[in-house]
């Protein structure tokens, strides 16, 4: 697969982005998501959704970020609302291969170590 992020910039506390990954799937997939690296932590899944449209947020997002997909656009949506100080980030999009189906009954989980493709990352950066 071939993914490519944007929409990332720098935005006021309490703002609003939304990111964009563009995306092509040579095979096949079960699970996208959106990750975030931030300097000196390790990558965290913020979003998954799946084929059917089953989505999963982390704790840290639920209420302020919205994952949400066009296949006819071949597109990953990730709308963030009241972003926060901690939400600064390098963002990145993924998918698993389909792979997910079979290692974990369908469940898409926020672990970077089910994802198999991944964009170069769009940078988000919030200030007060």
Known sequence: AQLAESGGGSVQAGGSLRLSCLYRIFTTYYCMGWFRQAPGKEREGVATIDIDG?????E???GRF???QD???STLYLQMNSLELEDTAM???ATDGGTSLFTTGGVCRRSKYDYDSWGQGTQVTVFS
């Open 91 to 93: 963002y990145y999009c």
């Open 71 to 73: 296949s006819r656009e």
């Open 60 to 62: 840290s997002v639920e």
């Open 54 to 58: 089953n989505i999963r947020y982390a």
């Open 66 to 68: 919205t994952i949400s």
